[in-house]
């Protein structure tokens, strides 16, 4: 069982940066790859980031690629979503989520999730 809360999201400006953090629960934080997705008003879910549970293996959205970089710290059972040259179309709540079944990109990989956290950007 593996508990996760975001934190982290905010409102920010067009080109801002921001850093969305996700703890986790449990001991055994490093056998769980991680994601990250989000969903806007009206939307369906989507997926923006994975990392395998060892952080050597990165996916992301295109949408994203080269603006959004994840990461993790098994040490501090974290998992990082830093966020460059936001757009306003990057609105959206944003959820962390736990897999032991890998990476994926599509939310039936992942059996956990958190609670979500805004993310506003104006333009």
């Known amino acids: 069982q593996v508990q996760l809360v975001e934190s982290g999201g905010g409102l920010v400006q067009d080109g801002d940066s921001l850093k969305l953090s996700c703890a986790a629960s449990?001991?055994?934080?490093?056998?769980?790859?991680m994601g990250w997705f989000r969903q806007a008003p009206g939307k369906e879910r989507e997926f923006v980031a994975a990392i395998s549970g060892t952080g050597y293996s990165t996916y992301y959205a295109d949408s994203v690629k080269g603006r959004f970089t994840i990461s993790r710290d098994n040490a501090k059972n974290t998992v990082l979503l830093l966020m460059n040259s936001l757009k306003p179309e990057d609105t959206a709540v944003y959820y962390c989520?736990?897999?032991?079944?890998?990476?994926?990109?599509?939310?039936?990989?992942?059996?956990?999730w958190g609670q979500g956290t805004q993310v506003t950007v104006s333009s």
């Open positions: 449990g001991r055994t934080f490093s056998s769980y790859a």
């Open positions: 989520a736990a897999s032991l079944i890998g990476p994926g990109v599509v939310g039936s990989f992942y059996q956990y």
